[in-house]
């Protein structure tokens, strides 16, 4: 077969899987958006035939021939495809069948007894179902490591290849070093603090204005509602079928402005980056290739984290806000007192109520007891002690019930073990990627002040989301980062808000 | 092959297809109502592959063989289901891929350039690719023909076949002769009436308190908003995945109460049908069937025009209805004169806007325009005449412009020939199903006026919707009907609601 045609058939045949992939998406969000109740036995099915029509195409013998057909290939495009492409297939063919279905039941067995642990703070209802979780995915990982197109050294390392591939146990062991105590230190400084926001000092806003707002706020980041959506969902997320269908979802809070409005900028983050994905990349059309999407779990989340925290949280776009929300309830809104709202730092137990200076140590937290329960080093049983004890570490605060530890995640009844570090890396790199920025454009944040997002969005197009992936995330940011560690960005950014906000 | 295991394996695999269907008809039902625009080219792709996949399935080889083995069954579920899943096998590989292929380029190019020639008022424009449609449609009966379980007599015959099985032109020449003459002389007295309403006296209802109203008239009717849902679409439609997920489309007309609410009541029909369809009957499991789906179009539209006409247009439901308008609004509100409003008699040029009495004139006329089309009586460049002539000889008055006339529907530009009897089929069937149901339900006029719709919709349940299609539409209506012409029940109905508002 020549190499042009064993490329035609490839990406025909993995336009197909895309195809199959929306439509999953598109199931998963009218479920979580419009569904009537009574739909979801039905949808249960329609994503499990879905799901396995896409393993059929994914682990088609053909495949392997098309792949080795374009072996070689120096267009630098078909070079990403087949290292994408031939990671996803041999992925889906390193697991057999059984341990798929393994973990379907397992996991699906799991978040029901994980929901009602959690309502019953009973930690041991759920210590059987995660020790059967944890198991198969030491078992995934063993599989996955066989089927990887690089040596892994550590087991963990084959979970972190299917988010951010590249990035390994040793990787994060340094950042998490470096970057706790950084934060540790950080928070020390501002619970000694003499000055800084003390409490909450929630904005009420009635929900049909917020509405108003967020639009503007999604319209003024530059998220084009011709090519994409905004609607409302329990639990608020992303789903991209193409970049001219992108689907965000939020909440809104009528006591408080922020608690919404961060999360649609934080998903608008991710939907420009959906929005600006490129079609074609030096001269090659993308459908099918696998290097029309995002470079990495961690680089979709630099994106979110970008816009939701260096950006929405930021003095000018607060100050912005503030005449936002005054023009749209005509009510006298103070700019300093939103910022201080918006940045007050508190360690807590929940990961997802965390301030931008907490936030990384509860990620740092879970790492480690993921390593250690995946190389073997800790079991299940001794895993609510463990958490209780790191939490303590890190955070200086110990839990009094599971639902404010071990309990509180939804990921691991999910199987998602590997995926946390993704969370700081986004946020780490957000860091690196705004300094970049900040010496491409002298008038950022004059800029941002006045709303005026599109050099920011523009900015992020020619340097992130342009380019696909055609290189792998941590990559693509070392090579914006031209040197500079992005946890040290992290924290002189943290340093230069919250340091500055508490006077430490 | 034992008989079960073919029976195990043609459910499995006719279920995989219904899946298809439902993703299909989710995806189409997301184009319409929250798709953004730019959502479009992908949106066809993902139809396109549906489309593939659901026809692979249909045309398995595999299919003949269980089909074959399951041959001569007697438990009446099996019976049904090897007729209805072999009319759409044999279907499916009746028609050559070069035509299916062929149909779909002509439809697609027919529909763009039928809109620009409607709007243009250039009948010319448009003739070219209709003559194509009907050529490629003649083909396509004659495929049909050779694969059918029953002989036709006439080319229209097969294609009938397809949406009211068992329906031939034969039967509809005699019930269009015999319905057109009746609803010709009720027209000329109405006509000729000194009393009724002689001019439309809409009732205009803020947006906001239409959506309050159209809510509680769908659960006065018993559709279930657990198990659906009601949207707006620019062209309502009612998309079934499922009885547990149906959901309903409307427009809303601030002038015209009216307006919008007849057509949610005529939705609400059609979902009341497919929130009833049975998922078991006599012991066996529908899933995959064939059978736990609609007896045929006709039946299909009888349940949406009972709702609509027969119940919704009635005297009592509008004075109930008057009620709530007062309740909702606060202002008075003359049931007599809603009433009236509802059932105003003047024959006018669009189908879609025609009343009750004048309706099914226009079916007759595309009734025997397409049939002659098909048989070859009668060319494209000639139909816009014998359309106009019809009209006139029908409804007395003579189209001034080809979009009053053969350019107003979109069905042929799509394709679309052989379904617009089942419009008058619905009709008259709801006609005669009203006639058993008030037999059976002395005070069911009482019940409607008190918006006590169960018993309705518990007859309708037991006698149309649960039955599923166990027997093919014509049939079960034949049972039900017990001798009585569902023409003269039609024409009794109008003779009683419109010869008495306007006394003739």
Same mark, same amino acid.
């Given at each position: 077969?020549?190499?042009?045609?064993?490329?035609?058939?490839?990406?025909?045949?993995?336009?197909?899987?895309?195809?199959?992939?929306?439509?999953?998406?598109?199931?998963?969000?009218?479920?979580?958006?419009?569904?009537?109740?009574?739909?979801?036995?039905?949808?249960?099915?329609?994503?499990?035939?879905?799901?396995?029509?896409?393993?059929?195409?994914?682990?088609?013998?053909?495949?392997?021939?098309?792949?080795?057909?374009?072996?070689?290939?120096?267009?630098?495009?078909?070079?990403?495809?087949?290292?994408?492409?031939?990671?996803?297939?041999?992925?889906?063919?390193?697991?057999?069948?059984?341990?798929?279905?393994?973990?379907?039941?397992?996991?699906?067995?799991?978040?029901?007894?994980?929901?009602?642990?959690?309502?019953?703070?009973?930690?041991?209802?759920?210590?059987?179902?995660?020790?059967?979780?944890?198991?198969?995915?030491?078992?995934?990982?063993?599989?996955?490591?066989?089927?990887?197109?690089?040596?892994?050294?550590?087991?963990?390392?084959?979970?972190?290849?299917?988010?951010?591939?590249?990035?390994?146990?040793?990787?994060?062991?340094?950042?998490?070093?470096?970057?706790?105590?950084?934060?540790?230190?950080?928070?020390?400084?501002?619970?000694?603090?003499?000055?800084?926001?003390?409490?909450?000092?929630?904005?009420?806003?009635?929900?049909?204005?917020?509405?108003?707002?967020?639009?503007?706020?999604?319209?003024?980041?530059?998220?084009?509602?011709?090519?994409?959506?905004?609607?409302?969902?329990?639990?608020?997320?992303?789903?991209?079928?193409?970049?001219?269908?992108?689907?965000?979802?939020?909440?809104?809070?009528? $006591? !408080? /402005?922020?608690?919404? &409005? @961060? +999360?649609?900028?934080? #998903?608008?983050?991710?939907?420009?980056?959906? %929005?600006?994905?490129?079609?074609?990349?030096?001269?090659?059309?993308?459908?099918?290739?696998?290097?029309?999407?995002?470079?990495?779990?961690?680089?979709?989340?630099?994106?979110?984290?970008?816009?939701?925290?260096?950006?929405?949280?930021?003095?000018?776009?607060?100050?912005?806000?503030?005449?936002?929300?005054?023009?749209?309830?005509?009510?006298?809104?103070?700019?300093?007192?939103?910022?201080?709202?918006?940045?007050?730092?508190?360690?807590?137990?929940?990961?997802?109520?965390?301030?931008?200076?907490?936030?990384?140590?509860?990620?740092?937290?879970?790492?480690?007891?993921?390593?250690?329960?995946?190389?073997?080093?800790?079991?299940?049983?001794?895993?609510?002690?463990?958490? $209780? !004890? /790191?939490?303590?570490? &890190? @955070? +200086?605060?110990?839990? #009094?019930?599971?639902?404010?530890?071990?309990? %509180?995640?939804?990921?691991?009844?999910?199987?998602?073990?590997?995926?946390?570090?993704?969370?700081?890396?986004?946020?780490?790199?957000?860091?690196?990627?705004?300094?970049?920025?900040?010496?491409?454009?002298?008038?950022?944040?004059?800029?941002?002040?006045?709303?005026?997002?599109?050099?920011?969005?523009?900015?992020?197009?020619?340097?992130?989301?342009?380019?696909?992936?055609?290189?792998?995330?941590?990559?693509?940011?070392?090579?914006?980062?031209?040197?500079?560690?992005?946890?040290?960005?992290?924290?002189?950014?943290?340093?230069?808000?919250?340091?500055?906000?508490?006077?430490?």
């Amino acid at each position: 077969m020549t190499p042009d045609a064993a490329w035609d058939a490839l990406t025909a045949h993995f336009h197909e899987v895309d195809l199959l992939a929306d439509l999953g998406g598109l199931a998963e969000w009218d479920q979580h958006v419009w569904m009537p109740p009574g739909g979801g036995p039905l949808r249960g099915q329609h994503k499990g035939l879905l799901a396995k029509l896409q393993h059929e195409r994914l682990t088609d013998p053909r495949v392997a021939d098309w792949l080795a057909a374009l072996d070689g290939s120096e267009h630098p495009v078909r070079a990403a495809a087949v290292r994408n492409l031939g990671r996803t297939h041999r992925a889906a063919l390193a697991k057999p069948s059984a341990l798929v279905q393994a973990q379907a039941e397992a996991t699906s067995g799991a978040f029901a007894t994980w929901v009602k642990a959690r309502q019953d703070e009973d930690v041991a209802a759920f210590a059987p179902a995660l020790a059967r979780v944890v198991e198969l995915t030491r078992q995934e990982a063993a599989c996955l490591a066989d089927a990887a197109d690089v040596p892994f050294a550590h087991p963990y390392d084959a979970l972190l290849h299917q988010y951010d591939p590249g990035v390994t146990v040793a990787d994060l062991d340094a950042l998490f070093a470096k970057l706790s105590s950084g934060l540790v230190d950080l928070l020390d400084r501002i619970r000694g603090a003499s000055q800084g926001p003390t409490a909450p000092s929630p904005t009420p806003v009635p929900v049909d204005v917020q509405r108003r707002i967020h639009r503007r706020v999604c319209e003024a980041m530059g998220f084009d509602m011709q090519r994409g959506r905004l609607d409302e969902a329990p639990h608020p997320f992303t789903m991209g079928m193409d970049p001219a269908d992108v689907r965000l979802t939020t909440r809104y809070f009528a $006591d !408080d /402005l922020h608690a919404g &409005l @961060l +999360g649609t900028i934080h #998903e608008a983050g991710h939907g420009l980056y959906e %929005q600006g994905l490129p079609a074609e990349l030096d001269g090659l059309a993308l459908a099918g290739t696998g290097v029309g999407s995002a470079a990495s779990t961690g680089v979709h989340e630099s994106q979110s984290r970008f816009w939701e925290n260096t950006i929405g949280r930021s003095r000018p776009f607060q100050a912005w806000l503030a005449g936002v929300v005054a023009e749209e309830t005509g009510q006298d809104v103070d700019a300093a007192r939103l910022f201080a709202h918006a940045n007050r730092v508190a360690p807590s137990f929940i990961r997802v109520e965390a301030d931008e200076v907490t936030y990384n140590l509860h990620i740092a937290l879970r790492f480690r007891l993921e390593v250690a329960l995946l190389a073997g080093d800790l079991g299940t049983a001794d895993l609510p002690g463990a958490w $209780d !004890d /790191l939490c303590q570490e &890190l @955070l +200086g605060i110990r839990p #009094e019930r599971p639902s404010q530890g071990v309990l %509180q995640d939804v990921h691991w009844s999910a199987g998602l073990i590997g995926y946390f570090p993704s969370y700081t890396l986004g946020n780490v790199y957000a860091a690196v990627l705004a300094e970049r920025m900040a010496a491409d454009l002298p008038d950022l944040w004059d800029r941002v002040g006045a709303a005026d997002l599109a050099p920011v969005l523009g900015w992020l197009r020619t340097h992130v989301h342009g380019r696909g992936h055609l290189v792998d995330g941590a990559l693509l940011i070392d090579g914006i980062a031209a040197g500079r560690d992005p946890v040290d960005a992290f924290l002189a950014h943290l340093q230069g808000r919250h340091g500055g906000l508490y006077g430490v």
